[in-house]
């Protein structure tokens, strides 16, 4: 008898008629479980959600490690039981990629500290515990501590405050920009802060180059009710452009001899840049600006006597 060939029966039975709507033949299975996509598809689906709300959580594991003092089995495994809610110890290894041989151990541990609990039942199922319940008390502490340290910050704040004219040298922060830096743009960023006002002490070159890039932004600084002071070799009454800018601001003659721009914001900013020579590529060799107003009082000291005389005559940078 060959393998296609139907087995004969015995005289007198008859062959039992096949239900409608099934199969005995492999295809006919595969058939029967196509007909139920939206069942196989809901799975699937539940399943990539579980995932990658797991995924959004085990990305916090390290500052669990950090800030609770767990392992990095004992966190992922926790994070992975407040994703699924109650799980096996099989699940949960599939879950958060911890070796099953791992995992009682883990879950061992973190009976113990509070954080989960062991479910009665064959085969064992665990839940967590709430987090805001588990992690209070190190809340609490972790603030105590909080506390505690930002007052002894105060307290060593004051005792420095007490002794600091007896410290010794002062450290001060300046910084420097070279030719390959915006100087140009450091400039106009310190006029734009400007408030209330605005001294400039420069050459004649430093003038042209300061009002061909920054124009604009000194007469919108004028609008907005900040006080413009120049001081350059050029005298309003004989020269043109000195005459035409003391109609707008405040323009006074002084002996400019050092290549030198410099602006003072506010009295509380200021940058101090070298002009190139004529010719240069480009306008500025280098810079130095800070916010430091011990620095900025003695910058001063070197070009203003008494805020009306420029005294740059002596001045050789």
């Known amino acids: 008898m060959k393998f296609s060939e139907e087995r004969p029966r015995p005289k007198g039975v008859s062959r039992k008629k096949r239900r409608e709507g099934t199969s005995t033949t492999n295809n006919d299975h595969q058939t029967t479980h196509r007909e139920r996509p939206d069942l196989y598809n809901r799975n699937k689906r539940s399943r990539f959600k579980n995932k990658k709300k797991y995924s959004d959580l085990v990305s916090i594991w390290p500052k669990i490690v950090e800030y609770i003092g767990l392992s990095e089995y004992e966190s992922k495994v926790y994070l992975s039981l407040i994703n699924l809610g109650t799980a096996g110890a099989r699940k949960l290894s599939l879950n958060c990629d911890v070796p099953r041989t791992k995992v009682y151990g883990t879950l061992k541990k973190l009976i113990d500290y509070g954080l989960v609990v062991e479910i009665p039942g064959t085969p064992k199922q665990f839940a967590p515990n709430h987090p805001g319940e588990s992690f209070n008390t190190i809340l609490s502490i972790t603030k105590e501590k909080a506390t505690d340290f930002d007052s002894i910050i105060k307290y060593l704040e004051n005792i420095h405050e007490k002794h600091k004219e007896d410290a010794g040298p002062q450290k001060k922060l300046v910084w420097f920009l070279d030719q390959d830096h915006d100087i140009k743009g450091k400039c106009n960023e310190i006029i734009r802060q400007s408030e209330v006002s605005l001294t400039i002490v420069t050459t004649e070159d430093g003038l042209e180059i300061l009002f061909n890039a920054a124009h604009r932004l000194l ?53 101090l840049a070298k002009l190139a020579p004529r ?22 000291l070197l070009l203003v006597n008494g805020h009306k005389e420029i005294l740059l005559k002596t001045l050789n940078l």
Request: proline fraction near 7%; charge should be negative; hydrophobic fraction near 40%.
């Open 279 to 300: 010719g240069s590529e480009k306008p500025f060799e280098s810079a130095m600006f800070t916010e430091d107003i011990e620095l900025l009082d003695l910058i001063c």
């Open 219 to 271: 007469d919108e600084m004028l609008e907005n009710g900040v006080e413009i002071k120049l001081y350059s070799p050029l005298d309003p009454r004989v020269n043109p452009l000195a005459r035409e800018l003391s109609y707008i601001y405040q323009v006074k003659k002084v002996a400019v001899n050092t290549p030198i721009l410099f602006i003072n914001s506010d009295n509380e900013r200021f940058i």
